[in-house]
């Protein structure tokens, strides 16, 4: 998937950070069971191709969520068309809004609180969740936060039971980010290393697009793996034989394009190759968050992202020894309203200090750039 380029038409906003995560005048200690205050939150999640809402309670824990996946819609231009993206969200949000409702058993005036995405992603399918979540938070005179989308997805695993106790290393796998960091507790997040070209996700969709699988290819080459015989083809780990913790993945798929332009092309060298492609990034994968593991003390090792779906990927991390390791549900490793739901409940000190009415978005928000809440 193409990162959106799309911050050159949106000002950086510095005045956004500020009423975000800098007022909250929150002190204790986060702990997942002592959230303080029933809050129920309101998620909403527009930041690219799916639509996700979802209701998070601080004592019951998520009361409901509902998504919709725009993949049908975008399979066809072989990629997410922006545009089609946003006009879809502004038609499901607040259909999707009225069923979360009616599955927890609530009313709009239930709601203490809106957590909306408010970046990275597509500028214009950001500014349609933002725009409903603060016009509704507004109407019902409750805060309204903007959420970091890998925020969410760093997040998400602690939405499991067992949840994961801080610190830990998290690893993000996902369509625009391949992302280690330490995280000490939320908000306080350390890069310890990222991709310096294609994302996991993203490498994975290209490769399965110049095998002639569908968008997102991702998934159908992991199911295409299966059938692939081991070793056949040995494609190599990049950037482990030095020191670091960055990744680079777009040369895999050009090995990728090189091998399958070399072979008769039948069904059974496409999963030979899909195979060989996937084992090495998840060598990859597993030998960097054993670096970041070791440098950073952590026994603790967080997943999340839509390719932390991978069954290869969570095989391979599972066998680490002396590692504990969490990961989201299935049904969360993509994008979803859950995590941003969950997100809010998590930063609620911050949100019940939200009265500006104005609102940006911002396509390109780096992790590093939040604070505890
Ligand atoms: P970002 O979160 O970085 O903004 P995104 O929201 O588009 O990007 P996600 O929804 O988290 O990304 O993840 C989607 C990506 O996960 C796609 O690239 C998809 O191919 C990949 N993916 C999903 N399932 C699997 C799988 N089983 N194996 C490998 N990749 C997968
Ligand atoms: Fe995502």
């Given at each position: ?9 949106l000002?950086e ?9 800098k007022?909250?005048?929150n002190?204790?200690?986060y ?6 205050k ?10 690219c191709d ?18 919709f ?9 072989g990629?997410?068309?922006?545009e089609?993206?946003?006009?879809d ?11 979360v ?5 609530l009313s709009r005036?239930?709601i ?7 970046g ?6 950001l ?17 309204a936060?903007?959420?970091?989308h ?20 998290s ?7 391949t992302?280690?960091?330490d995280?000490?507790?939320v908000g306080?997040?350390?890069l ?10 993203e490498?994975?969709d290209?490769?399965a697009?110049l ?8 998934p159908?080459?992991?199911?295409k793996?299966?059938?692939g ?7 190599p ?9 960055d990744f680079?993945f777009?040369?895999?798929k050009t ?5 399958w332009l070399?072979?008769?092309q039948?069904?059974?060298d ?7 492609f996937?084992?090495a990034v998840v ?11 070791k ?5 603790r ?6 390719v ?6 969570r095989?391979?991390l599972d ?5 504990e390791?969490?990961y ?6 993509s994008d979803?309203g ?10 609620h000190?911050a ?8 609102f ?6 780096p992790l ?5 809440p």
């Amino acid at each position: 998937m193409e990162t959106p380029n799309c911050t050159k038409y949106l000002p950086e906003s510095k005045q956004l950070n500020h009423f975000i995560y800098k007022k909250g005048h929150n002190t204790h200690v986060y702990s997942q069971y002592s959230l303080g205050k029933k809050m129920r939150v309101l998620g909403i999640e527009s930041s690219c191709d799916e639509t996700g809402i979802a209701i998070y309670d601080t004592e019951k824990g998520l009361l409901a969520h509902r998504l919709f996946s725009q993949i049908a819609m975008h399979a066809e231009y072989g990629g997410v068309v922006p545009e089609l993206a946003s006009r879809d969200h502004i038609r499901k949000t607040l259909p999707l809004i009225e069923e979360v409702l009616s599955e927890a058993g609530l009313s709009r005036s239930d709601i203490d609180g809106i957590a909306y995405t408010a970046g990275p992603g597509l500028a214009g399918a950001l500014l349609v969740g933002a725009a409903i979540g603060r016009s509704l938070a507004w109407a019902l005179n409750i805060p309204a936060l903007a959420i970091n989308h890998m925020e969410g997805h760093l997040l998400s695993p602690l939405l499991e039971t067992p949840s994961p106790a801080f610190p830990f290393v998290s690893l993000l796998v996902s369509g625009g980010h391949t992302l280690l960091v330490d995280v000490k507790g939320v908000g306080q997040y350390e890069l310890l290393g990222e991709s310096i070209d294609d994302a996991v996700g993203e490498a994975f969709d290209k490769t399965a697009k110049l095998l002639g699988m569908d968008y997102p290819g991702g998934p159908y080459l992991a199911a295409k793996a299966e059938q692939g015989i081991a070793d056949r083809f040995v494609f190599p780990r990049p950037m482990t034989n030095r020191p670091g913790l960055d990744f680079s993945f777009s040369g895999l798929k050009t090995f990728a394009m090189n091998t399958w332009l070399d072979t008769k092309q039948t069904e059974q060298d496409k999963a030979d190759i899909a195979l060989a492609f996937q084992t090495a990034v998840v060598e990859t994968l597993a030998i960097k968050c054993k670096r970041a593991l070791k440098q950073t003390g952590h026994k603790r090792l967080v997943v999340a992202g839509g390719v932390s779906a991978n069954k290869a990927l969570r095989h391979k991390l599972d066998s680490m020894k002396g590692v504990e390791v969490f990961y989201p549900r299935q049904a969360f490793c993509s994008d979803n309203g859950a995590m941003i739901a969950f997100a809010g409940a998590m930063r609620h000190e911050a949100m019940k200090h939200q009265d500006v009415p104005s609102f940006t978005v911002r396509p390109r928000w780096p992790l590093n750039e939040l604070s505890p809440p």
